[in-house]
């Protein structure tokens, strides 16, 4: 049946488009920069015989050699291909194809997209032949998904390129900036804590951020003050999946935070008038951001990439994810047999993966071991991490939370809470000091004695 269904007409393609696309290049070389604007491959052509003459075409760019009818026919002969393609007499008369030059972007473009339309028409009878082979529904779910994911990503795909074409493309990136400044800010996803971001220069599109503290640090609120800054004051897409904490225990400490209304009131029910004022002002707020919330209790990283994949798609827009908290998800895939380790080293590299393919930055909360408790220092290390092995190695930042009041009841630094940046990938580690106000749940500036410290 799929067969029949895939027979039932010729796959879309553009033969006129794609003698023009090649007749193009005979004419002027040049056009190999617009076509690679829009990531035109040799697979992007219907017809085989185009694909190996556009694949001699390449061959000869990436040798610095001269584009030519004689130059393409030698390298075709080269390869073995010109009697696949009818001989040098096709590659000669190609040029006579030619309808308009000025328009040679546009034929690209076409085959281009003819091309997508085949690889979705591809992805469908993939999708039919996976439900006719009635394997496990939640396995073909997934693949649908990742699929369909893959899709939208059609345009941004790319496989190894040479360092040059970087860097040229970094220079438009610099100019870009320098004629628009703000465009630096904009891409950045910001705590709004202005030291923090100084040292870490904004939550980067592919980076797993470890957040890490012993309990009743104020991990969960941290990230709760995080995701608010990023949703409010950056207009960002934020998704925080809690596996300890119900939706509604999330909302309450997001509306306290927000309105400044001490917790214990909302969560026993004691407001006043000014209370239901300030939540309604709150809420007009929150409601006009998007911030998305998961409570379901469980995860694994195939479930996490099929809710993001669904929500990216979805809404058009992902900036930040936090997950409360890593050691509560699940491996999947093969027995661990109560090697824990061994579970979040591969939860900790899924994570790391899929901040990467979906250009988000991940925040992971994660626990502490009890050894902070142990020293007399307590401001806790790297290797305090529980299973730090993977974890640490996987994070491209590692921040740890220390309140010094939490252990000496009579400090002077009541509130201030220490952000301890112990790892921080090609950038500055250190301290920075924040001021926790334990009633609403909120991080704010800090500018007393402890400052700010940076280290190498």
């Not at 039919?128 to 795909?157: G, H, P, S, Y």
């Not at 904490?245 to 026993?268: F, G, N, Q, Y």
């Not at 939540?279 to 951001?289: H, N, P, S, T, Y």
Request: charged share 25%; with cysteine; glycine share 4%.
């Amino acid at each position: 049946m799929v067969d029949t269904l895939a027979s039932l007409q010729v796959p879309p393609h553009n033969i006129e488009a794609e003698k023009n696309v090649l007749a193009g290049i005979f004419v002027d070389p040049e056009l190999l920069h617009v076509y690679d604007g829009l990531a035109l491959n040799p697979s992007d052509f219907y017809d085989q015989a185009h694909q190996h003459i556009y694949t001699a075409i390449k061959t000869l760019v990436a040798a610095h050699k001269p584009i030519d009818v004689l130059t393409v026919t030698d390298q075709m002969t080269k390869d073995k291909t010109l009697d696949q393609v009818g001989g040098e007499d096709y590659i000669y008369t190609l040029p006579s194809y030619l309808v308009n030059i000025s328009a040679c972007g546009d034929y690209a473009q076409i085959v281009k997209e003819k091309s997508i339309l085949r690889q979705i028409l591809k992805t469908c009878t993939k999708i039919a032949a996976d439900v006719f082979d009635q394997k496990d529904t939640r396995e073909i779910i997934d693949t649908i998904e990742k699929r369909i994911f893959d899709l939208t990503q059609l345009n941004m795909r790319t496989g190894l390129v040479h360092i040059k074409d970087v860097l040229d493309k970094r220079i438009e990136d610099y100019m870009e900036l320098v004629d628009n400044p703000n465009l630096l800010e904009a891409r950045k996803t910001l705590s709004q804590y202005h030291k923090l971001d100084d040292m870490l220069s904004g939550f980067k599109a592919w980076e797993l951020i470890i957040l890490a503290a012993r309990p009743a640090m104020g991990k969960t609120s941290f990230a709760v003050n995080l995701l608010i800054n990023a949703a409010i004051s950056q207009r960002k897409s934020v998704a925080l999946f809690s596996l300890e904490m119900t939706a509604e225990s999330l909302a309450d400490r997001v509306l306290s935070t927000m309105s400044t209304i001490p917790m214990h009131k909302i969560t026993k029910a004691q407001l006043d008038n000014d209370d239901y004022a300030k939540m309604g002002e709150a809420m007009q707020i929150l409601g006009d951001v998007n911030i998305y919330v998961d409570d379901s209790g469980s995860l694994t990283i195939p479930e996490l990439k099929s809710k993001l994949r669904r929500l990216k798609i979805e809404k058009w827009a992902l900036d930040l994810v936090v997950i409360d908290y890593l050691q509560l998800m699940s491996g999947v895939g093969m027995k661990f047999e109560g090697n824990r380790v061994q579970e979040i080293s591969q939860i900790s590299r899924g994570l790391k993966e899929l901040s990467k393919e979906l250009a988000v930055p991940i925040i992971a909360l994660s626990q502490l071991s009890r050894n902070v408790e142990s020293r007399i220092d307590k401001k806790p290390q790297l290797s305090d991490l529980r299973e730090s092995g993977a974890i640490e190695q996987d994070a491209d930042v590692v921040l740890m939370i220390h309140r010094e009041d939490y252990y000496d009841p009579d400090t002077d630094k009541k509130g201030v809470t220490d952000i301890l940046i112990r790892k921080n990938r090609n950038w500055p580690t250190g301290e920075v000091a924040l001021m926790f106000k334990s009633q609403t749940m909120k991080f704010e500036e800090y500018d007393g004695p402890t400052g700010n410290s940076f280290g190498f």
